[in-house]
């Protein structure tokens, strides 16, 4: 389902991650361990996307294909998912309408048609219960 | 601690002006008044080249067109630029070699300043320059210094021996025509220190110059320009004082700094000029343009002012961030009383790209004193991923003073991030001033303990 | 004096030849209240002329080239045709309002202010020269600087008509007042409007400005609106400005607060050519509280400058103070923030902030934020921000599956979202964030809509 093979990072010609490798199947759950500043969240920051970080060398396959070169939007939308450490707050941006564009971007991506703003709401209600 | 912040302050801001005498001296002065004849006199009493002279003729033309600025939040009463003496000397012999030649009524002075002029006396790791009304009395620790490499001496000797070096950068960072009082200074400069950092090199000691105004009507112009090559790191430290008068004496000073590539400079300042009486009557109106060129990539100027004295402060000691990821540093903090007005603050330039820039200004106003910061930050079109931080607090002890705060920012580039904050409260008042005081604290220490010396 | 302008309708006239020439047209329109100050209003526009870059308070705005060129100058009441109910309607159904008209400066004629509670007067500032001439006289020329400021002092000397607005005292009025000033024109034409705002003691109203440009010619428009707001008074004021490219508008909104009075004012800027707003709160009198708040999203060559200046003239008074702007394209924008604390205004707290992203690499701004305080015992600070979108926050957004524009949108909306919130008529509230949206979203044609009205039918396109 992932695989990473032989994966190098740097940030401003720092290299950080220097040849990762790792797969993992279907229903598998790794937890990466390390002490600080060992790359953790370096990986799972170039996994997601983030533009801060270079690849310099390897390649990661989710699902088949190749993600590294695909938009963080896109990633999420294949289905990877980073959990942030650090929630960023956007004021002014609420809870719902946030959940609500990010699941019609993915909808969307999909080929699905857009949910309303009431069916979403109703989905909202039926998910709190459901938790 | 509180009480220990309130006796400092206390002590700072209602305590009498402790170095208001005058020492009775031979002066050779020449008389009072301005002109083309004066600035060549005063040229050629110090021996200038030919290229010196013009420098001066062509500022002292510009400034006869220009006009005193009056934007600042001051009030400036009208100069007599023709009652003023532009060059007054201690009568002395021409050379000095050693310690027995200076003056020992001049040398008394600086010991009653707490300047001590002889070396065994010196305070380990600070070499002084001291300057009394129009010229360098006495440079420490020169020989030391000149194993590195370094040079510190004064501007005036400079000119005569270093006239390449000094053709190259005076006037480069501020020029001639600047503004009213760089070009009234341009023209009639007379003495001030001069420091050369050659490449590589670390200065090992502090660096220090000591002005003193001791003439009757005479105006001190002082000149300093510091060059730090590559890879250079220097410290410097200006102090000043001058004695009570009941008429205002004028001080307009420029300070050029050259930073080359991943070069260092640190700048000091203790002003603490005579403020005038409780009164308001006499003071030192002190109008003084100091720029730092931040030329080379990686290069750094950072400026600390501690400003208690003179009648009139008008002063932004600024810094042009012209190599990339130069950094720019200002540090202040002003204290006015009785009837003292500043208008102080800086200007952050940035043009080259990745600069960054500092700005902490504290400003405290006790009496009927007005205190102002002003700023510019300008971030140039070309300036990519410039960052600025300022930090502008006031504190205003008593009901009479005023505080104020006239910060600019000039944004040209959009990957610029600039921040800018202020607040005036009332003594005590407020948990930001409980930080600030513990900042203070060792500058105002600083400040008495260099007066104090 | 060569500050002036030039080329006047055709000719080369400066603007005070063409004051002189028009006087005896200007002063038989109007009354004695308005002709008793125009002489001083001249000396002083002679003296200041319109204001250069040269002037402190105009740095980031030179007004000179904006106000020289070929115009023609609204000094009688247009004579409309049609009906300006047939041309404008109200888009927004759920805000039930009072709606008045003013066409290039002046009352329109068929205005009908229904459903005023009793006392409340809404009318033509010419008219109320007229007819109650003593009233006008205790406010008229009160607060707006017309000596020490150009600008005001030439809308003072050219000064016909505008909107009143008196609510006497101890009067609520439910509904918002809303004011559609309206330019519609055949040549290039430059407007000198004057409004006065009065609340009486214990009054309380929410007055909506909507500026709205109709055809397409230039237009120089220098309104001046004097507010009075009374003891334990409230008036919540809003500037809607939705004009076109060719725009420049110079306004000046003055206004005195008396004890324990509350003002809130808020300039949104969607669209317009150089706009210039100058804001004046007086805290004249204790426990007063002024709120001066801002929006302006810019792009192609606009420029806005919002100038404010909060005068604590007495002591125990709260001011609070907050302009944001979005800057796109080479859009330009200035702001200054003058906070005074005037001696023995003591017990002041006032705050302010200025926040900006910029968003293309031609787009620039200045800021100027002051304090300028002469008592001790008081509380104000500042802060001034110029930045970007959060890398972090559109990084965050876009592992949710939200592409780049769509977060780009969010989060600019976000940004704006702090000043939006301030405003308190709901609909109204609602309407300016769709309309922000859309702006964003590059969906807002400024012909499209003004904020409570539709356009209806004008075929202009957006310049």
Known sequence: MLSIKNLHVKIDDKEILRGIDLKVKPGEVHAIMGPNGSGKSTLASVLAGNEMFEVSEGEVLFNGHDILDMAPEDRAREGLFLSFQYPVEIPGVSMVNFLRTSLNEIRKYRGQDPISASDFLKLMREKKKAG | MATEQDKILEEVTRGEYKYGFYTDIEMDSLPKGLNEDVIREISKRKGEPEFMLEFRLEAYRNWLKMKTPNWAHLNIPEIDFQNIIYYAAPKSKPKLNSMDEVDPELKATFDKLGIPLE??????????????????????????????????????????????????????????????????????????????????????????????????????????????????????????????????????????????????????????????????????????????????????????????????????????????????????????????????????????????????????????????????????????????????????????????????????????????????????????????????????????????? | MDNVIKNIIGRDVTLDGLFEENRSLIEGNSSSVMNALRSDAFEAFRRLGIPSNKVEDYKYTNLQPLFSGDYSLSLTPDTLVENVEDIFSCDVDTLDSITIFIVNGWYYARNKPDGLPDGVRIGSLAQLAKEDPSFLEKYYGKNAPYLSDGIVAMNTMFASDGFYIHIPRGVTVEKPIQIVNILMSEEPLMTNQRNLIVLEENSEARVMVCDHTLTSDKFVINNVTEGFVDRNARLDFYNLQNQHNATTQVAGFYIEQKEDSHVKTNNLTLHTGVGRNNITLKLAGTHAEGHTYGLYLLDKNQHVDNFSFIDHAVPDCFSDELFKGVLDDHATGAFTGKIMVRPDAQKTNAYQSNNNLLLTKDAKINTKPQLEIYADDVKCSHGATVGQLDEEAMFYLRTRGINREEATILLMYAFAYEVIEKIQVEPLREQIRTLVEKRFRGELDKCHSCVVCGQKGTGVSCM
């Open chain 2, 119 to 453: 070396e065994q006396k010196q305070l380990a790791g600070v070499a002084v320059d001291a300057v009394m009304d129009s010229v360098s009395v006495k440079t420490t620790f020169r020989e030391t210094l000149a194993e590195k490499g370094i040079i510190f001496c004064s501007i005036s000797e400079a000119i005569r021996e270093y006239p390449d070096l000094v053709k190259k950068h005076i006037g480069s960072v501020v020029p001639p025509n600047d503004n009213y009082f760089a070009a009234l200074n341009s023209a009639v400069f007379s003495d001030g220190s001069f420091v050369y950092i050659p490449r590589g090199v670390r200065c090992p000691v502090e660096l220090s110059t000591y002005f003193r105004i001791n003439a009757r009507d005479t105006g001190q112009f002082e000149r300093t320009l510091i060059i730090a090559e590559d890879d250079s790191y220097v410290s410097y430290l200006e102090g000043c004082t001058a004695p009570m008068r009941d008429e205002n004496q004028l001080h307009a000073a420029i300070v050029e700094i050259v930073a080359m590539e991943r070069a260092e400079v640190k700048y000091s300042t203790v002003q603490n000029w005579y403020p005038g009486d409780k009164d308001g009557k006499g003071g030192i109106y002190n109008f003084v343009t100091k720029r730092g060129l931040c030329k080379g990539d990686y290069s750094k100027i950072s400026w600390t002012q501690v400003e208690t004295g003179s009648a009139i402060t008008w002063k932004y000691p600024s810094c042009v961030l012209m190599g990339d990821h130069s950094t720019g540093e200002f540090y202040s903090v002003a204290l006015t009383n009785n009837h003292q007005q500043a208008d102080t603050g800086t200007k952050m330039i940035h043009l080259g790209k990745n600069t960054k820039s500092l700005v902490v200004s504290k400003g405290i106003s006790a009496g009927k004193s007005q205190n102002s910061y002003r700023g510019l930050v300008k971030v140039s079109k070309r300036a990519e991923n410039a960052r600025n931080f300022s930090q502008c607090d006031s504190l205003l002890l008593g009901d009479k003073c005023g505080a104020h705060t006239f910060p600019y920012l000039e944004i040209n580039n959009n990957t610029a991030k600039v921040e800018h904050e202020a607040t005036t409260s009332k003594i005590g008042e407020d948990q930001i001033f409980t930080a600030t005081s513990v900042e203070l604290i060792p500058k105002m220490r600083l400040a008495s303990s260099l007066t104090d010396m």
